[in-house]
């Protein structure tokens, strides 16, 4: 069955530092990897996804993510975080079931940002 | 214009009572999802409808009951409300791009 990690609970980093938040997958074929950015109180956005080619993806806010098939990881970064940031980020895993697309989450990892 | 909605957004109920959320989707997709995210944040699907037809039926318990009424509408039914059943509610569609949106939530108390 596939599984999704997020090692990393909480993670608190200074407004203006860069920022890695580590996302591992256990799928048997090639994945459709997601994250997903939930503010407090709020709904989930997408912030990028990865569905084949270019290993190195662009998402929204300035995310990007790096798909690597060697390690099993799909590891979400920013080179430079805002205060905005702060918010629970979740990977996800996708595998199709008959005509519908069933995601799998990891646990979340919480974003802190210090000013 | 909201593309997945949900209403209500709070529902306070008492243990034993029956009640429904329900979830509209303007993005044209046939799939449309509930999810259930527990008090430590976890995420799991429960049901998925592809148009109107029950496509996924996580082992959730049968007093939840989805009901598509057309492939813009996915409503969820909960009878005999318990404890356990508080949580915040996500209601999710996806078209053929394989990408699912999600609606802002709904959190449910039970009493």
């Known amino acids: 069955a596939q599984s999704v990690t997020q090692p990393d609970i909480h993670i608190t980093v200074s407004e203006g530092a860069s920022l890695e938040l580590r996302c591992n997958y256990s799928y048997g074929a090639t994945p459709y990897l997601f994250w997903y950015v939930q503010s407090p109180g709020q709904g989930l956005q997408l912030l990028l996804k990865?569905?084949?080619?270019?290993?190195l993806v662009q998402g929204i806010k300035g995310f990007e993510a790096e798909f690597k098939r060697s390690q099993s990881s799909f590891n979400l970064r920013k080179p430079s975080v805002h205060w905005s940031d702060a918010a629970e980020y979740f990977c996800?895993?996708?595998?199709?079931?008959?005509?519908?697309?069933?995601?799998?989450f990891g646990t979340g990892t919480r974003l802190q940002v210090t000013l | 214009d909201t593309a997945v909605s949900q209403t209500p957004k709070y529902l306070v109920t008492q243990m034993g009572n029956d009640k429904s959320i329900k979830c509209e989707q303007n993005?044209?997709?046939?799939?449309m999802y509930w999810y259930k995210q527990d008090s430590k944040k976890f995420l799991k699907i429960m049901f998925s409808?592809?148009?109107?037809?029950?496509?996924i039926n996580e082992t959730v318990p049968n007093r939840f009951s989805p009901k598509s009424p057309d492939k813009a509408h996915l409503n969820l039914h909960i009878n005999s409300l318990e404890l356990g059943d508080s949580a915040v509610y996500f209601c999710?569609?996806?078209?053929?791009?394989?990408?699912?949106?999600f609606g802002a939530g709904t959190r449910l108390s039970v009493l």
């Open positions: 990865y569905f084949s080619g270019d290993t």
């Open positions: 999710a569609s996806a078209g053929g791009e394989n990408i699912q949106y």
């Open positions: 409808y592809n148009n109107k037809e029950l496509i």
């Open positions: 993005l044209g997709h046939d799939t």
């Open positions: 996800a895993v996708a595998f199709r079931t008959g005509t519908a697309s069933k995601l799998t």
